[in-house]
């Protein structure tokens, strides 16, 4: 079967603050995600993790290498197209939320449409199904600030299926959650893979997540070193 998503010997560096010398993060990685997959990507902190995932998802460019999502060549479309490319396949959810402060749940969760150009009621009716099956139903007008870590992040989950991805990126989605929260959130990831066929990335620091998705991928000095089945125990 056709990846959703792969990628071709990815390197990125960083020039140093200090020296001329550059930090290598990425040093030629490869990678592809099959469709409907949920997938994790695990690693020390500062192995790369997050350049990677946010390279995959077209949010950052590799230095040198390549990435496709299905036929597409990220590269080869500009900041425009790719941000446009971006809204319409892509969902992304980050370790803190950012959710816009000064806005309703309901209006986080619109804001994806608000650029994609859905008419508006059909994307309030959406916006409100997805808050009620994140069990936010009672919190369409509460500010973040007014809503628990939980919640908080629910929202920004539900703001990342909006305009109905295929491809969710997760970036340790769960890393300010207790454990009740965390169990429910990926609980509900897990049931929408089957629902949406989504394909989900996580980046996680914790084993028992990693274990729970189908593959784990371990980056270290900036290679994939490891790529491995799980037996889905969710
Ligand atoms: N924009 C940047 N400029 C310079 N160095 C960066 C930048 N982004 C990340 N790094 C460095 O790259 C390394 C990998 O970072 P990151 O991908 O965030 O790691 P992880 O998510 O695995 O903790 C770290 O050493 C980090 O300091
Ligand atoms: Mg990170």
């Known amino acids: 079967m056709e990846p959703i998503l792969h990628a071709r010997d990815l390197e990125k560096s960083y020039a140093e603050k200090e020296s001329a010398e550059r930090l290598h993060v990425l040093r030629g990685i490869d990678i592809a995600i099959a469709e409907n997959e949920v997938v994790a990507i695990v690693g020390a902190s500062g192995s790369g993790k997050s350049t990677l995932l946010h390279i995959l998802g077209g949010l950052d460019r590799p230095g040198s290498g390549e990435v496709f ?11 425009a197209e790719l941000a446009a490319f971006r809204n319409k ?54 500010r973040p600030s007014e809503l628990s870590g939980g919640e908080q992040q629910r929202v920004a989950v539900a703001r990342a299926l909006m305009n109905k991805p295929d491809l969710l990126l997760a970036d340790e989605p769960t890393g300010n959650l207790d454990e009740a929260n965390t169990k429910s959130l990926l609980k509900q990831l897990f049931e929408l893979r089957n629902e949406l066929s989504l394909t989900i990335i996580m980046v996680t620091h ?29």
């Open 69 to 79: 999502f299905r036929g597409t060549n990220l590269n080869k479309l500009n900041a």
């Open 89 to 142: 396949n892509m969902g992304f959810v980050f370790q803190f939320h950012h959710l816009l402060p000064e806005f309703s749940a309901l209006e986080n969760v619109l804001m994806p449409a608000l650029i994609g150009g859905q008419f508006p009621n059909e994307r309030e009716l959406r916006a409100k199904e997805l808050l009620d099956k994140f069990g936010l139903s009672k919190r369409y007008h509460h």
């Open 206 to 234: 914790d084993k028992s997540i990693a274990a729970s998705c189908d593959r784990t991928f371990r980056i270290e000095n900036g290679l994939i070193v490891s790529d491995t089945a799980n037996l889905g125990l969710v």
